[in-house]
Structures are given as structure tokens and as C-alpha cells.
């Protein structure tokens, strides 16, 4: 008779992510319904519902039966988030709400990480004094928008985000990339080196940065068409070399460049060489291919804006407070559903850790928040026309 070994096998259903989402919201803002029929519950479940489905808290009101109205959302969320003027405490709370969740081993050794810059379209009226609103390049149909700074750890192709912070209009770069990396710090990160965008690329941040324990990598800013920077950008085999850079603001640095050259080998119909130069600031000893390639571990951060897009409720309120956090709460949406797939989705075996990916892609994720906030609120399936206007 054959012998059948038992396999034993683990389970996660859509409750059981349902209820991890709903314990960190409620750990973190704790919603005091005392004086209304509805529960703390029914709130986040509109929140999370237009998160998912890409849609304002109105629209996500009117597609649950039982779901409250708007306005008692709106009520309910009001005396957490305080007002504009408190910013500062709702970062230091959406912050900690975003590292509710982690790994357990992810922040015990020192990690590589990314820092940008992420804008949102702003389509309103605005004071032109106002602090929250950045002007930039046309996106969208508009050059004014809310700008986040971000800082995320990228380990083993799964990147979390550790630090949030709305970019105001009189912050520099240096002020966004201190302020997350403080926030960071004290969430206990170790950095092993920081990859930044080329949009702090500044004398202020490298003086900043020379300072530090850790190296950084970041695109060399070459403005123009000739001259400046755009010096560098020579010869036909990859190779090191060195910029002087003046500031009458913040002083003259030599700065350590490494340019990278590749062929397009008729990549594109296109033939000839590329050229990118990149500032290596502190001791890393990396060839120049070495450092491309390392510098590619930045563009995992782009791939989390796309994907916190995917995740975030749309508004048109001029509160900054309550757009920060609606993108905490897409990020968190985020961590959480990489912290699942780490923490559950694994086959155990001896050496590095596998994780079945395949098993819950962000489209089910989505999907199983939206099914089981349809069985506790009901889904609307008719429309009440008024009969008079």
C-alpha cells in the first residue's frame, strides 16, 4: 500500500486581510462614534472602499447600502486630522502607522534605500501664499501640485515605505531629505546607502551628505546645452573623474563623478553611445557598470507610485492634511500587502525565503478588501431618480 505524507498547509482568506487592515487604521486613529448610529468600522470601510476602487468618499458612499453618508465620514475624520495647521503631528502619526507592519528582520541590518519626490495634481483656487501648493512642470493639465517627499527600503525586489512628509512650498530639497531621514531614523532604519533623485542634486544636499556614515548615489543635474556639468560627458569608455562646482550660496565642491557608457546597438533604430553621469559621494567601491546597475534599484520607488496610485482615493478638497492622508493610507495599503506575502506566502525550506508572489497580486488584494466591505455594507444595485428637481 502506498504510504501518502501529510502536507500541512497554511491559509489566508480575504477576512483575514480585511481585519489586519482594519486593526492598524483603528491602532492609529482611533474614531470616537459614541454620538453617531454607525461604528468606527463603517468609517474606514467607505475610506479603504475608495481607496481601492480609485473614487472620492462620495461615490464610495453611494455604492454600499449601509454605508454612512459622506458628511458623517467627512465628521467623523475631521477631529483627526485637525486642521492645516497641525501638519506636523498627523506626519508623526501616519508615519508611525506606516511601519505598524513590517518584516521582523527587515530593519536589523543596515539597508539600501531611495528617496523622491512624488506630486499630485492640484486643479483648485489657492491663496497665492499658500505653503501646501508647489508650482513644477505641466502634469495633468495644471502646474500647481501637492508634493510628497518618500523614502522607501528596497529589499529583495519588495520595497516598503518608511517615511512620509508633505514637501511645503519654502522647504528646500535638504529640508525634504532631512526630515524624512530623521523620521526613519527613529523608526530604527540603518541606511547601508541612499539613492537619491537628480532633483537633489544641489550643493546644500552634498555638503549635507559628505557628513554622513553612509555613501549616496545620484544623477549628476547637467543644465543647458553646453558648458557646466555637461563637461563630464566624454570620452567612449565608462570611467571616474571630478566636477568643481561653485555656489556663491553654499560653497564650491569637488565632486566625484562617475560616468557610465553604453552602446545602443541599434536599440531603438538608434546607434552610438549614451552617456550618464552619476555624483558618488562617500567610499563605495563599485565599478562604473556596478554603479548603474545599483543606481537601478531607485527605480523600484517609481514602480511604488504607480502602484500607490492604483491605491488611493480621489478628493477635491484643498485640505493638504486630508490629501497627505489619503496617500498614507494608499502606502499603507501598500506595506501591508507586501508585509502579507512575506510574512504568509512562503514555502518553508532551509535557505533564503521564497515568496510565492504569484498568489496575490495587487488586483487581488484590491479585490478582497472591496468583496468582503460588499458583504458587511451591501453593494448598491439601484438608483433613486428625484421626481421634481
Given at each position: 500500500?502506498p504510504?501518502h505524507?501529510?502536507?500541512?498547509?497554511?491559509?489566508?482568506?480575504a477576512?483575514?486581510?480585511?481585519?489586519?487592515?482594519?486593526?492598524?487604521?483603528?491602532?492609529?486613529?482611533?474614531l470616537?462614534?459614541?454620538?453617531?448610529?454607525?461604528?468606527?468600522?463603517?468609517?474606514?470601510?467607505v475610506?479603504?472602499?475608495?481607496?481601492?476602487?480609485?473614487t472620492?468618499?462620495e461615490?464610495?458612499?453611494?455604492?454600499?447600502?449601509?454605508?454612512?453618508?459622506?458628511?458623517t465620514?467627512?465628521?467623523a475624520?475631521?477631529?483627526?486630522?485637525m486642521d492645516?495647521a497641525?501638519?506636523?503631528?498627523?506626519?508623526?502619526?501616519v508615519n508611525?502607522?506606516?511601519?505598524?507592519?513590517?518584516?521582523?528582520n527587515?530593519?536589523?541590518?543596515?539597508?539600501?534605500?531611495?528617496?523622491d519626490f512624488t506630486?499630485?495634481?492640484?486643479?483648485?483656487?489657492?491663496?497665492?501664499?499658500?505653503?501646501?501648493?508647489?508650482?513644477?512642470?505641466?502634469?495633468?493639465?495644471?502646474?500647481h501640485?501637492?508634493?510628497?517627499?518618500?523614502?522607501?527600503?528596497v529589499?529583495?525586489n519588495?520595497?516598503?515605505?518608511l517615511?512620509?512628509?508633505?514637501?511645503?512650498?519654502?522647504?528646500t530639497?535638504?529640508?525634504a531629505?532631512k526630515?524624512?531621514?530623521?523620521?526613519?531614523?527613529?523608526a530604527?532604519?540603518?541606511l547601508?546607502?541612499?539613492?537619491?533623485d537628480?532633483?537633489?542634486?544641489?550643493?546644500?544636499?552634498?555638503?549635507?551628505?559628505?557628513?554622513?556614515?553612509?555613501?549616496?548615489?545620484m544623477?549628476?543635474?547637467?543644465?543647458?546645452?553646453?558648458?557646466?556639468?555637461?563637461?563630464v560627458?566624454q570620452?567612449?569608455?565608462?570611467?571616474t573623474?571630478?566636477?568643481?562646482?561653485?555656489?556663491t550660496?553654499?560653497g564650491?565642491?569637488e565632486l566625484p563623478?562617475?560616468?557610465?557608457?553604453?552602446?545602443?546597438?541599434?536599440?531603438f533604430?538608434?546607434?552610438?553611445?549614451?552617456?550618464f553621469?552619476?555624483?558618488t559621494?562617500?567610499?563605495?567601491?563599485m565599478?562604473p557598470?556596478?554603479?548603474a546597475?545599483?543606481?537601478?534599484?531607485?527605480?523600484?520607488?517609481?514602480?511604488?507610485?504607480?502602484?500607490?496610485?492604483?491605491m488611493r482615493?480621489?478628493?477635491?478638497?484643498?485640505?493638504?492634511?486630508?490629501?497627505?492622508?489619503?496617500?498614507?493610507?494608499a502606502?499603507?495599503?501598500?506595506?501591508?500587502?507586501a508585509?502579507v506575502?512575506?510574512?504568509?506566502l512562503?514555502?518553508?525550506?532551509?535557505?533564503?525565503?521564497?515568496?510565492?508572489?504569484?498568489?496575490?497580486?495587487?488586483?487581488?488584494?484590491?479585490?478582497?478588501l472591496?468583496?468582503?466591505?460588499?458583504?458587511?455594507q451591501?453593494?448598491?444595485?439601484?438608483?433613486i431618480?428625484p421626481?421634481?428637481?
Amino acid at each position: 500500500m502506498p504510504r501518502h505524507q501529510s502536507t500541512a498547509t497554511k491559509r489566508i482568506t480575504a477576512n483575514d486581510v480585511y481585519e489586519l487592515t482594519s486593526d492598524v487604521l483603528q491602532e492609529y486613529f482611533e474614531l470616537d462614534m459614541s454620538s453617531s448610529a454607525y461604528e468606527a468600522s463603517d468609517i474606514w470601510d467607505v475610506l479603504v472602499t475608495a481607496a481601492v476602487q480609485q473614487t472620492t468618499v462620495e461615490t464610495a458612499c453611494g455604492l454600499l447600502e449601509r454605508a454612512p453618508s459622506a458628511n458623517t465620514v467627512r465628521n467623523a475624520v475631521k477631529a483627526l486630522l485637525m486642521d492645516d495647521a497641525q501638519l506636523t503631528r498627523l506626519e508623526a502619526t501616519v508615519n508611525a502607522m506606516l511601519v505598524a507592519r513590517l518584516p521582523k528582520n527587515l530593519l536589523k541590518r543596515a539597508r539600501p534605500c531611495a528617496v523622491d519626490f512624488t506630486d499630485v495634481p492640484y486643479h483648485g483656487q489657492h491663496d497665492a501664499d499658500d505653503e501646501h501648493i508647489r508650482r513644477g512642470r505641466a502634469k495633468s493639465g495644471t502646474t500647481h501640485f501637492h508634493s510628497f517627499t518618500t523614502l522607501c527600503v528596497v529589499k529583495a525586489n519588495r520595497r516598503y515605505t518608511l517615511a512620509l512628509s508633505l514637501h511645503r512650498r519654502s522647504d528646500t530639497a535638504l529640508d525634504a531629505l532631512k526630515r524624512v531621514l530623521d523620521t526613519a531614523r527613529r523608526a530604527g532604519l540603518r541606511l547601508r546607502r541612499l539613492l537619491l533623485d537628480r532633483e537633489f542634486d544641489n550643493n546644500a544636499v552634498v555638503g549635507y551628505l559628505l557628513e554622513q556614515p553612509f555613501p549616496t548615489l545620484m544623477p549628476l543635474m547637467i543644465r543647458g546645452k553646453k558648458g557646466g556639468a555637461r563637461c563630464v560627458l566624454q570620452g567612449r569608455t565608462s570611467h571616474t573623474t571630478a566636477y568643481t562646482r561653485p555656489s556663491t550660496q553654499y560653497g564650491t565642491y569637488e565632486l566625484p563623478i562617475t560616468v557610465v557608457c553604453r552602446y545602443k546597438k541599434g536599440r531603438f533604430c538608434d546607434h552610438g553611445v549614451q552617456r550618464f553621469a552619476y555624483v558618488t559621494l562617500g567610499q563605495l567601491k563599485m565599478s562604473p557598470h556596478q554603479v548603474a546597475n545599483e543606481y537601478r534599484r531607485r527605480f523600484g520607488i517609481e514602480t511604488s507610485y504607480r502602484l500607490m496610485n492604483t491605491m488611493r482615493a480621489r478628493t477635491t478638497s484643498t485640505s493638504a492634511a486630508w490629501r497627505l492622508f489619503l496617500i498614507a493610507l494608499a502606502l499603507l495599503l501598500l506595506n501591508l500587502w507586501a508585509y502579507v506575502k512575506w510574512q504568509h506566502l512562503f514555502i518553508p525550506k532551509r535557505g533564503p525565503r521564497h515568496v510565492l508572489h504569484h498568489l496575490l497580486p495587487l488586483a487581488r488584494w484590491r479585490m478582497w478588501l472591496w468583496e468582503v466591505i460588499k458583504q458587511r455594507q451591501g453593494f448598491s444595485l439601484e438608483i433613486i431618480v428625484p421626481a421634481t428637481a
